[in-house]
């Protein structure tokens, strides 16, 4: 049994739940879209670049899943923002 089927989906969320940030999702999840709409040219040219071509798309959902759970943790760059508003009532 092969368990990267099972990996391909698990690692990144588990990888957003572990670095789940805003700023940092979003920042992972433009250097893959970036990565997808210019493999062509990033294939062809040699470098560093190249290795990351292959991973564009778990570079994608790990930033997916960092700014998701970034957003559910009210973090973003390191500082805490409320964007929900809390039910606490102290009595």
């Known amino acids: 049994m092969n368990p990267s089927i099972f990996t391909t989906i698990t690692f990144p969320f588990f990888f957003g739940v572990m670095f789940g940030d805003i700023g940092h999702g979003l920042i992972l999840f433009v250097l893959g879209i970036y990565l ?10 040699g470098g560093v670049w190249k290795i990351f071509s292959r991973l564009r798309y778990m570079i994608i ?11 559910i943790y009210n973090d973003m760059i390191g500082f805490n923002y409320n964007f929900f508003g809390s039910c606490f009532n102290p009595k």
């Open 61 to 71: 959902l790990m930033g997916f899943f960092a700014f998701y759970c970034g957003w």
């Open 36 to 45: 997808v709409f210019n493999d062509g040219w990033i294939s062809k040219s």
